[in-house]
């Protein structure tokens, strides 16, 4: 009965087994589902909705073929519109029977639907900042480089890209802008091909198969030990008797007389040939038994063998269910995890996307970073302007005409990318969009924080920096909404600030010509009060130095501090407060006061190097630029303003004509 079942355990041990094999091979479905895309008017550029990418849960994989550099962005789909708001475009729907609808958007068409569009909501193409390249739809725009995109990848003949976009969020895919986009595009999501039983089938499989074997082992030792002896062993020998040789035949008492005389000769006697006898007779049995020891060991090894044969089945069977991936077994215990508790921010219900998003804002930098290093390497103003606007590439062009007189003239500091400990974006659909930024060297501690203000004109320019200071080091700086959340510039006559941004510059300006004289000095904290006191001090060193050669008496000076022609930057903080950027211009004039004087230059290398002269009949101007960032508390709050960050740049030196 063991046998019996030791034979059904062996056919359920192998159905089980192969069960669970199949489910792994020949029962398991396809790993992807597609979809292709069928573009049949080309255009330079196909815009894939996000619906599209989101037709099918799971991360998207992106496959697009043809011929030469392959580009393809993602970004806000608004964006992305406003950006093909001048250019021809097959835009890629998901129609309402599950289709997908492939659309040539016409920029002529484009333009007039965008000029008729008056939804509050939507992202319109700006008008009041034209693109500076925008005449370039028609010859083509490269999508490449834009600080428009969340993330983009390029490639040459097949691109394929792997993503997860939300909602919200769309596809871009194209050449150069010139040539035709691509039309052999491919979406693919992934499909669930575990099979949690194909674990368990094996597992089974491989305990039934123990199981077997071991009915089968005990079957066998049943029977062996059923069996009993198989022959009897040969019974007692008779008493051994001496024998009348006178009574035997003449014959045979001659042969055993001949025997007798032969075994004398050797030295041996008739007893000895009795226990001789008795030894033969022991011996043969002797070979009996050994004989049934011989049979009952060939008996036992083809057991033996059959045993070493179900061992590999079994370790093989073992190795197949250890070998399966996690797919291939049941997970417990898989549940979503808790998310911590975290500060909760509530964004208003009509609350705008920020400009840039962390991980965006971050690489802008890095570019802007990277473009200013080499532009200062090359003293390549046009390169520098590409990623420098208002105060800051004005700064950059003393900078550069100063470093070609005076070639040892220092380089300025790269702007540090390691730490972006501060990012405030604007929450905007529309343009200019603006974001601040503070960023620190991990590395070098003699670098210095920097904070800056950066903006894009419109959809098709690029993110410049305006205003660039260094963070002081005993600054505290206030505490700002969440990227993700974004924040609102303030206007610059706002009544909610202790003093509207519009007027901050020309406050802080008298403070620095009255001191502790103005009205306004007790408003501002003692770092800006110390960086007015040094304003004074070097003003008085030049009076000085004037003194000292002899000049006070044939010379006069006038000095001059007042907002430049930049407007403000002001961004919000989360207390009800605000950052804002300004810009000063310090004019310092010195001017003869005889007709017979001269101011000569002496040793300021710099004033020679601009000018081109030595010395001037009739006088000489030298303007710095001070770019500040301060933080301003709200309305009825008895905080100071604090200075945050500062920068000055020399200007210019010009000859009085």
């Known amino acids: 009965m063991r046998f019996v079942w030791a034979v059904v355990a062996f056919v359920l041990a192998a159905g089980l087994i192969a069960a669970g094999i199949a489910q792994r091979t020949v029962f ?9 895309v069928a573009v049949e008017e080309p255009a330079p550029y196909v815009l894939l909705d996000g619906d599209v990418l989101r037709e099918h849960p799971g991360a998207q994989t992106l496959l697009v073929r043809g011929d030469g550099d392959i580009f393809a962005a993602y970004g806000r789909t608004a964006d992305m519109e406003a950006w093909l708001a001048d250019a021809s475009y097959n835009h890629v729907t998901v129609g309402k029977d599950g289709e997908l609808d492939v659309e040539l958007v016409d920029a002529a068409a484009a333009g007039e639907d965008d000029a008729d569009t008056d939804a509050p909501e939507a992202t319109p193409a700006p008008e009041e900042t034209p693109a500076d390249d925008g005449a370039a739809a028609e010859a083509g725009r490269s999508p490449v480089g834009s600080d428009l995109w969340l993330d983009s990848f390029t490639d040459t003949d097949a691109l394929i890209a792997d993503m997860q976009l939300p909602e919200g969020v769309s596809l871009l895919i194209a050449h150069d802008g010139t040539a035709d986009a691509p039309d052999d595009i491919v979406v693919s999501w992934p499909l669930d091909t575990s099979t949690p039983l194909a674990g368990p089938l094996m597992a089974a499989g491989a305990a039934v198969l123990l199981v077997g074997l071991v009915l089968y082992v005990l079957g066998i030792r049943h029977q062996r030990r059923g069996r009993g002896p198989r022959r009897k062993g040969p019974g007692p020998l008779p008493a051994t008797e001496p024998i009348d040789v006178a009574q035997l035949p003449p014959s045979e008492r001659k042969a055993i007389e001949e025997s007798s005389t032969t075994e004398t000769d050797r030295g041996s006697t008739p007893a000895e040939h009795a226990v001789d006898a008795e030894n033969a007779q022991e011996g043969s049995a002797n070979e009996g038994d050994t004989a049934g020891d011989r049979k009952s060991e060939m008996r036992a090894t083809p057991t033996r063998k059959r045993r070493m044969f179900a061992v590999p089945a079994l370790a093989l069977t073992a190795l197949l269910a250890t070998g399966c991936s996690a797919d291939s077994w049941p997970q417990f215990g898989a549940g979503t995890p808790s998310p911590s508790p975290s500060a909760t921010v509530i964004a208003p219900e009509n609350q705008k996307p920020p400009a840039v998003t962390e991980a965006q804002a971050k690489r802008i930098l890095q570019d802007v970073s990277a473009t200013l290093s080499d532009a200062d390497a090359a003293m390549d103003i046009d390169l520098a302007g590409t990623r420098l606007d208002g105060p800051a590439l004005t700064a950059r062009k003393t900078e550069y005409a ?12 790269a702007i540090p990318t390691d730490d972006v400990e501060v990012m405030l974006p604007e929450a905007t659909d529309r343009w200019p969009r603006t974001v601040l930024l503070l960023s620190k060297s991990d590395g070098d501690d003699t670098v210095p924080p920097v904070v800056l203000t950066m903006t894009q004109q419109d959809p098709w ?3 410049k920096v305006n205003n660039m200071a260094e963070m002081s080091a005993d600054a505290v700086f206030p505490e700002v909404a969440a990227p993700w959340l974004g924040t609102s510039l303030v206007p610059d006559d706002s009544a909610f600030l202790s003093m509207p ?3 901050l510059a020309a406050t802080f300006s008298d403070v620095v010509d009255a001191g502790e004289q ?16 040094s304003i004074r001090d070097s003003r008085q060193a030049v009076v000085q130095n004037l003194a000292d050669n002899g000049a006070a008496a044939t010379s006069q000076t ?14 919000t903080t989360l207390g009800s407060g605000a950052i804002v950027a300004v810009s000063l211009v310090d004019t310092e004039t010195v001017t003869p006061t005889s007709a017979d004087a001269v101011i000569r230059f002496g040793d300021n290398a710099q004033a020679k190097a601009l000018t081109g002269v030595t010395e001037s009949a009739k006088g000489v101007t030298t303007k710095y630029e001070f770019q500040l960032f301060f933080s301003v508390p709200a309305q009825g709050s008895t905080e100071q303003i604090r200075l945050l960050a500062v920068r000055q740049d020399l200007l210019s030196v010009e000859v009085i004509k």
């Open 28 to 36: 398991m479905g396809p790993s992807t589902q597609e979809t292709s």
């Open 461 to 463: 320019s690029n993110y």
């Open 402 to 413: 100063l470093r070609t007189a005076l070639p040892d003239t220092a380089v300025p500091a």
């Open 558 to 571: 006038a000095f001059d501090i007042a907002p430049a022609d930049s407007a403000p930057v002001s961004m």
């Open 518 to 533: 103005s009205a306004s000095y007790g408003l501002f904290d003692e770092i800006s009060q110390n960086l007015a006191k």
């Open 501 to 503: 941004p519009g007027e």
